[in-house]
């Protein structure tokens, strides 16, 4: 069975940039989950999708935004790129019994460095 | 309290030895608790979980110990390898709210 892919897995931008990024979950997975590392906050809580509907939403500005497709697949979109906004994006995909708990299995995420 | 990337909490252990990653976590309201390990260039990958009415699991080579009185999470790894040699997270949820990830611990394993 196929993992989490994610694309792209690397990619530059500009300040005031937006960048949309994609993420295919497992085979049968309805719940996909984003999170964004960075070395100093490590892993934070975006939002979480289940059968396109936005389940949970971390504390994050209105600049991030995301979707999830009939299919299951989700992107997640950051408007008005900031120095900030430079990290690894990870997405991660459940059989979502329970709202982003239980195991979550990551893709190996889109690393976007914004300068 | 830890952090990421070059404050990264590490312990560095013999190849061989056991190794015990530890974690304090703030809300007793949490029922569920998950250990990840990422390795470089990776996404986590799922270790081993448990939820609050157990206070110990184990899996093949590794053992998460809970202790609610003074919320504490412990993953221990028997006969540790190289290829053990990774950051490793801890997570906890309460009801159905989003696993809330810990900042990790850096283990490297001396061979």
């Known amino acids: 069975k196929a993992g989490v892919t994610q694309t792209p897995r690397y990619l530059i931008k500009t300040r005031g940039q937006q960048v949309t990024l994609s993420c295919s979950p497992i085979?049968?997975?309805?719940?996909v989950s984003w999170y964004q590392q960075t070395p100093g906050q490590g892993l934070q809580f975006l939002f979480e999708y289940f059968s396109e509907t936005q389940r949970n939403k971390g504390n994050f500005p209105g600049r991030f935004s995301g979707r999830q497709f009939s299919n299951s697949r989700s992107e997640m979109n950051v408007s008005t790129l900031e120095l900030g906004d430079s990290a690894l994006y990870l997405c991660?995909?459940?059989?979502?019994?329970?709202?982003?708990?239980?195991?979550?299995?990551f893709g190996e995420g889109s690393r976007l460095t914004v300068l | 309290g830890e952090s990421v990337g070059l404050h990264l909490p590490t312990l560095s252990v013999q190849e061989g030895d056991n190794s015990i990653i530890n974690c304090a976590y703030s809300n007793s309201a949490s029922d569920y608790f998950i250990w990840y390990k990422q390795e470089s260039g990776k996404g986590p990958q799922f270790i081993i979980d448990?939820?609050?009415?157990?206070d110990k699991r184990q899996g093949q080579r590794v053992t998460v110990l809970l202790n609610k009185t003074v919320k504490h999470l412990s993953l221990q790894i028997a006969a540790t390898q190289p290829g053990d040699s990774a950051v490793y997270f801890c997570a906890e949820s309460s009801g159905n709210t989003p696993l809330v990830f810990g900042k990790g611990t850096r283990l490297s394993v001396i061979a």
């Open positions: 085979s049968g997975h309805r719940s």
């Open positions: 991660a995909s459940s059989s979502g019994q329970r709202p982003n708990t239980g195991e979550l299995f």
């Open positions: 448990i939820r609050s009415n157990m």
